[in-house]
């Protein structure tokens, strides 16, 4: 582990663990999203957040949170068909993507002591402006990336996060 990690109290494994899924699930759809920053606090300031809960000898979440245009583009891109605004076609596209995220990360922690055996179905919150909190203790990793090709004219609509908080059991 590098000493910036050891700084900021993150786990590098599983930093590469998200980055790994999230990259992996998204390149069925064409894309490559790209890492800008990592962080270990959560808040959703975006209007879209899809979760998926985990359980098993690790439990906690996972979520993707991004802006319309984001969710929109992202959606359009994995669906094989334009959408133009955020609708429920979008909305269960963007949950199918935290789906495919959270499989992703099950299947690269199913060999450590952060295992989960289980995911739920994904639930999607529009709003924003709100911080996602967990127990105290929890290990949680926060990782922005920007996606190339969204239209949009700044900067904040073209990323998005995603974030996984798990407590050994």
């Known amino acids: 582990m590098d ?3 050891r700084l900021l109290q993150m786990d590098e494994r599983l930093v590469g663990v998200l980055i790994k899924a999230t990259r992996d699930g998204l ?4 894309m490559k999203p790209i890492p800008m920053g990592v962080g270990r606090r959560f808040v959703c300031s975006r209007d879209v957040t899809a979760i998926i809960g985990c359980v098993g000898a690790s439990s906690g979440s996972v979520f993707i949170n991004c802006s319309k245009e984001c969710a929109t583009f992202m959606a359009s891109k994995m669906l094989g068909e ?3 605004s955020l609708d429920n076609a979008v909305l269960d596209g963007i949950c199918e993507i935290a ?3 959270a499989g992703q990360t099950k299947a690269l922690l199913s060999t450590t002591e952060f295992k989960f055996e289980r995911i739920s179905t994904p639930a999607v919150v529009v709003g924003s402006n709100y911080l996602v909190s967990h127990y105290k203790g929890a ?6 990336f920007e996606m190339e090709g969204v239209p949009a004219s700044v900067t904040e609509d073209m990323t998005f996060t995603v974030a996984m908080f798990l407590v050994k059991i």
């Open 27 to 30: 390149a069925m759809g064409g």
């Open 99 to 101: 789906n495919i995220i």
């Open 3 to 5: 000493n910036s990690m």
């Open 82 to 84: 334009e959408r133009k």
């Open 139 to 144: 290990t949680t990793v926060s990782l922005d």
